[in-house]
């Protein structure tokens, strides 16, 4: 074990590779309130000016609204920082991430971005409950492990691609998901970091197996059995032929819009293999709900044929 958390710190070191481009501490952090109001800019870089999201190395945030300059002070958790700011000191979650292996993100954090300048990237909610600011992180001047970035670091980027953390967005946070999943794919596919570990792998919906991660979250993925919408508007996608068992993903009827506007219809998702990603719980068999689009992602060539339903 001793020697497993040496190699990933190493790894996390040592600075992340190109990126995969395409077109809150460890675990689900809850948060609560309303969504600003906010006027949506270009792609987020350093003082103000417009950035290009997409250069290796490079990856920026797309869109969302300037927030407060300051000094990391410390770590006070696995996804969580203390910035002093002119306003005083605040208390930063790190947006659109998790970690499953808490201790060795914090310790990336502490040894790499404490005494960093930063600026903060709102693309959602401003605060959770704990009057924490959610937000995406820049640092103007970072090195970041051992490779200097050519203008700023995103810090999101750099852990999930290190293989630090993983993308899990939230239905008032989710704006740079898209942008971070192919990331997190190429940190999956060369194993870096949390990937190396057989214990964080990507799950198969088997019942059983499932069971056992109730209480945790969890990226799964499988091929969808039946899909089907209730009177109630309520979804559920069935990954076996015992609903009663067997896993499953629900989409309440409050939140089952946004995928119909989304092309996530029951008609295009029956039969289609897909990934996603949210709390276990058991209910039925264990069970996964979903409350927006960005936590659904439709795998290979399922993608086209399915949004063409």
């Known amino acids: 074990m001793r020697l497993l958390v040496l190699s990933l710190l190493c790894l996390a070191a040592c600075g992340p590779s190109a990126a995969v481009q395409t077109g809150q501490s460890g675990g689900e952090a809850a948060s609560g309130g309303n969504p600003p109001s906010s006027t949506q800019a270009q792609d987020v870089s350093p003082s103000g000016q417009a950035g290009e999201a997409g250069s290796a190395g490079n990856l920026l945030p797309r869109g969302g609204e300037q927030g407060e300059r300051g000094r990391i002070l410390s770590t006070s958790g696995a996804l969580t920082l203390v910035v002093e700011t002119a306003a005083g000191p605040i208390e930063v979650r790190l947006a659109e991430i998790d970690t499953p292996v808490p201790e060795l993100t914090q310790a990336w954090l502490a040894d790499h971005v404490v005494g960093r300048e930063i600026e ?30 050519q203008d700023a670091a995103w810090l999101q980027y750099r852990l999930i691609d290190a293989g630090l953390a993983r993308v899990m967005s939230h239905a008032d946070n989710q704006a740079q998901a ?3 999943l192919p990331v997190e794919a190429g940190a999956r596919q060369a194993g870096r970091g949390l990937w190396a570990d057989p214990a964080h792998q990507v799950r198969d919906p088997h019942p059983d197996a499932r069971a056992q991660d109730v209480g945790s979250a969890q990226i799964v993925e499988g ?6 919408q209730l009177n109630s508007g309520r979804i559920y996608l069935n990954f076996g032929s015992d609903y009663r068992t067997d896993f499953t993903v629900r989409i309440d009827a409050a939140d089952s819009q946004a995928f119909l506007d989304a092309g996530l219809t029951p008609a ?4 289609q293999r897909i990934r996603v990603r949210g709390w276990v719980t058991d209910e ?12 659904l992602e439709l795998l290979g060539e399922d993608a086209s044929a399915a949004r063409a339903r």
């Open 120 to 149: 903060l990237v709102y693309s959602g909610l401003r605060r959770d409950r704990y009057e924490r600011a959610l937000a995406h992180v820049l640092m103007p001047d970072a090195n970041v492990g051992e490779e200097p970035a």
């Open 178 to 180: 898209a942008l971070l």
């Open 223 to 228: 091929r969808v059995l039946d899909a089907v």
């Open 268 to 271: 295009a998702l029956s039969g």
């Open 284 to 295: 039925n068999g264990p069970m996964i709900a979903l409350d927006h689009p960005a936590r």
